[in-house]
């Protein structure tokens, strides 16, 4: 345990120092240290710390400081419109929306996501989200080649699905943002997530989870990462089916990341594809009711919890699948996935963990209705 704190605290130590170190030297924001009698004292203390642990808290409270101030929203705000004009002009004339629901009806829990060539795994999906409690399926299509709409052709009849055509490169946020704006009157809650991700509560239906969580603007779900599970090749069946192995550490690798479950109403913007900055002075919580206030612990969680939120991140599949992904590139601008490093995540102990299986079996039965 001390071995795993220490490394969690590098961990956040590393963070707060490069962030704060791109605030003092960036012409943008250099001087606010120079008016700002908050930011200087804060400032001054850091110099002061005889610990990690100490250095780690007052380079925190420069960050917490910093991004408190109207100046940093304002910045963050101006850059987020900045990015949807220049997708929208990308985009101009290439979007296409189907939207067979009925936009009269206020939904509780709806789901966000952006998808690319995903149309073999998608009807599972779908049905999966159908099982957990979701309202709607908010779908953003970026350049798919496959055939996604005779997969979706079902749920947009129903209305279960909202598609949007959504193409270009580094359009991920975008999509989220655009999301939050369509859902802002229409949901109580949104949770964004991607294709490869099962979100769902292990204690019953989200929308009943979820109603404990209202106080807060935001809740963060941890992923639990599953591997390969010995298959080189893509095996026939449920994805819930043919991965049940996961780290025998919950903490390991990158499952101390969240995803968020956000209201739209009270989100400013969001400015990553993994958290939201919230109005006012609203934050995001964990399942354990621990804020995510902090710039270092939006992203993830100091400790993996999913008692009462999960999300099956299937982030591999089998290695054939993992092949495609690091050629396909990324929605969200990102340098495309390493295959080796992917692969060696799962190199670590590992553990079945079959906790989804009820979902799988309802997605089973269900199946060739779709």
């Not at 496959?146 to 699905?161: H, I, R």
């Not at 109005?279 to 993830?300: I, Q, S």
Request: some cysteine.
């Amino acid at each position: 345990m001390e071995n795993e704190n220490l490394g969690i605290l590098e961990r956040f130590l590393n963070h707060n120092r490069w962030y704060v170190n791109r605030l003092t030297k960036s012409r943008r924001s250099r001087w606010l240290f120079v008016v700002s009698p908050k930011l200087r004292r804060l400032w001054a203390e850091c110099g002061k710390a005889a610990s990690p642990e100490e250095e780690n808290a007052a380079l925190a409270a420069v960050v917490n400081a910093y991004e408190e101030g109207p100046i940093w929203r304002a910045q963050k705000k101006l850059f987020c419109l900045g990015e949807d004009l220049r997708v929208f002009l990308k985009q101009r004339g290439k979007r296409k929306i189907i939207d067979h629901s009925d936009r009269r009806k206020k939904d509780y829990y709806s789901v966000a996501e952006v998808v690319k060539n995903e149309a073999r795994y998608l009807r599972e999906h779908i049905l999966f989200y159908m099982a957990t409690g979701a309202d709607r399926i908010y779908l953003y299509d970026n350049g798919s080649t496959d055939n996604l709409m005779e997969v979706l052709a079902p749920f947009l009849e129903s209305g279960f699905v909202v598609y949007q055509r959504w193409p270009g490169q580094t359009v991920q946020t975008a999509a989220y943002r655009d999301a939050v704006r369509r859902t802002r009157r229409r949901s109580k809650w949104l949770a964004i997530i991607d294709a490869d991700e099962f979100l769902f509560s292990p204690k019953g239906k989200m929308p009943e989870q979820l109603k404990a969580f209202e106080q807060y603007p935001g809740v963060g779900a941890n992923w639990v990462m599953y591997g390969p599970n010995g298959h080189d090749r893509r095996p026939e069946g449920l994805v819930m089916d043919a991965y049940t192995t996961t780290h025998e550490d919950y903490n390991a690798g990158p499952n101390c990341h969240i995803k968020s479950i956000v209201q739209p109403k009270k989100v400013f913007c969001i400015f990553h594809t993994h958290y939201a900055i919230y109005k006012g002075k609203g934050y995001a919580v964990g399942e354990d009711g621990v804020a995510l206030d902090n710039r270092t612990e939006r992203a993830f969680s100091r400790k993996n919890n999913h008692q009462i939120f999960r999300i099956n991140h299937y982030c591999t599949r089998s290695l054939e699948d993992l092949e495609e992904k690091c050629a396909k590139g990324r929605a969200d601008g990102a340098p495309n996935a390493n295959y080796e490093d992917l692969r060696r995540e799962f190199d670590a102990p590992m553990r079945v963990d079959d906790t989804i299986k009820p979902y799988a079996d309802i997605v089973r039965s269900k199946y060739k209705e779709f």
